[in-house]
């Protein structure tokens, strides 16, 4: 699961909205946004802060990696099908 992915998938966990995530990390929502959908990557200084507002750690990291499709070779919509 890439950045951009793991950190709106924690963003929306937690119930914040992008101009939420922004303020507690000193971004506006714009740049919340390009991060999400993957057409910036944040500095080092901004990951920090992101990682911290989000209460992204090591123990988070390796949740998002088990439920991850990708970690089993299947998409989401590839799993539903094989539910059916």
Do not use: Y
């Not at 000193?26 to 991060?35: F, M």
């Not at 750690?57 to 059916?84: F, Y």
């Amino acid at each position: 699961m890439e950045f951009a992915v793991r950190m709106r998938t924690l963003r929306v966990a937690q119930g914040l909205m992008q101009a939420e995530l922004g303020a507690l990390t000193g971004v506006s929502q714009r740049i919340i946004s390009l991060i999400e959908t993957g057409k910036l990557l944040p500095a080092p200084e901004l990951e920090q802060r992101l990682r911290e507002a989000l209460q992204w750690d090591k123990a988070v990291e390796n949740a998002l990696d088990i439920i991850s499709p990708e970690k089993k070779g299947e998409t989401c919509r590839g799993a539903a099908r094989h539910e059916m």
